[in-house]
């Protein structure tokens, strides 16, 4: 067995940077229960992630459903942008959920940000069978041949039925990165990390690119 779901490193980093940037956030999923962390992986000894989670928990545990999101969108909603964490489980759901599809196209056409990384670009997945915005983006993210071998170092149970990576490869999108350093990506609006270990920096990323598109 495998408990997934979010990484909380690559879920609260970015979010507290950008909440200390002066911006609020919402949190939604696709079946409007609770989000399902990695718990494993809580960074517990942090003194600046604990705090911040502890004290937005209660959007975590109670989130919006997705859907009752999408209907409400239009061109003037005051969504600034899309954050879609990693961790395993975003290869859960999220690549066949149309309401994503619909939240990622909204962001897209209105010059909106869109915010991922590691396993997180797995939602663009939601694209491919229709309207796709993002055919011709590169991205960085958590390389296929990184994921082949998880179950070798202990980190996985078995081995994937499928590679995100090469799905995203056949629906018109880069992946920069063959590597795991940290690195993150400006593409347009786009912004993404390849793993936990760029969950700072992109954090720091998206809370200068906002700053530079909204201040003011």
């Avoid at 975003?90 to 690549?95: D, E, R, V």
């Avoid at 056409?109 to 983006?137: Q, T």
């Avoid at 998880?150 to 629906?171: C, D, N, Q, S, V």
Wanted: some cysteine; aromatic content about 10%.
């Amino acid at each position: 067995l495998f408990s997934t779901g979010n990484h909380p490193i690559e879920t609260l980093l970015p979010l507290y940077h950008l909440h200390a940037a002066g911006f609020e956030f919402e949190v939604a999923t696709i079946s409007g229960l609770m989000t399902k962390f990695e718990y494993w992986a809580m960074p517990h000894k942090d003194e600046k992630v604990m705090p911040f989670f502890e004290q937005h928990k209660s959007l975590f545990r109670n989130p919006k459903k997705l859907a009752d999101v999408v209907a409400s969108l239009n061109a003037d909603s005051e969504y600034a942008a899309i954050f879609v964490p990693g961790g395993h489980g975003a290869l859960i759901g999220l690549p066949e959920s149309q309401d994503v599809a619909a939240a990622l196209q909204w962001a897209i056409k209105n010059d909106r940000f869109v915010i991922s990384l590691c396993h997180g670009p797995a939602a663009f997945l939601a694209l491919r069978h229709g309207d796709n915005p993002l055919n011709g983006y590169s991205i960085c993210a958590f390389p296929d041949a990184a994921d082949k071998q998880t179950p070798e170092i202990g980190y996985m149970p078995g081995h994937l039925t499928w590679y995100f990576g090469e799905e995203l490869k056949k629906m018109g999108m880069k992946i920069i990165n063959d590597d795991i350093t940290g690195r993150v990506h400006k593409d347009r609006k786009v912004l993404t990390g390849d793993s936990p270990f760029a969950a700072n920096a992109l954090g720091k990323l998206a809370a200068q690119e906002m700053l530079a598109a909204y201040a003011g």
